[in-house]
């Protein structure tokens, strides 16, 4: 098995839509380790504010076929393809690590991790001491270090169930 880390983000029925999501991860793949959710503001757009998150999840997919399943939830909760990259969403499921890989024509380790607060603080959270594949450094370092750190990300006090 194989730690996954998956990044989840909302601004449609935002509440809704990240619970739904958490429910079919856990249906998928059982145990999952959760960071606190955060409200934030859109990026690259006007638009109502998202909720994100991070996922951890242990799998014996690949990360072809683990990237797949979460289209699957994806489009199950009204996500369609082909939207602007910055637009609303139902759900966005990425996936940022599949354990210590760094394979750049997959995109892992995901770049959106040491770009932006609302991926690179939640898996701080959750994660904080394991290593970053590619930088090196733990999740908590280069939180640290962000530059970007200071946003008006909300962490919202969450009761999953």
Do not use: C
């Amino acid at each position: 098995m194989t730690r996954a880390w998956i990044s989840a983000g909302t601004n449609v029925d935002p509440e809704a839509n990240l619970r739904a999501a958490i429910a079919s991860l856990r249906r998928e793949f059982g145990e999952l380790l959760l960071s606190p959710v955060y409200q934030t503001r859109a990026v690259g757009f006007e638009g109502d504010d998202f909720l994100n998150m991070v996922v951890g999840i242990d799998t014996g997919l690949p990360p072809h076929r683990l990237r797949a399943r979460l289209r699957e939830i994806e489009t199950r909760q009204g996500r369609v393809r082909g939207e602007e990259k910055f637009a609303p969403r139902s759900i966005d499921l990425d996936l940022l690590t599949w354990g210590d890989l760094v394979d750049e024509a997959a995109g892992i380790p995901r770049d959106e991790i040491l770009r932006y607060a609302f991926v690179l603080k939640p898996l701080a959270d959750v994660a904080g001491a394991e290593k970053h594949p590619g930088a090196g450094h733990s999740y908590q370092q280069l939180w640290r270090r962000f530059q970007g750190r200071q946003t008006d990300m909300v962490p919202l006090d969450w009761e999953w169930w």
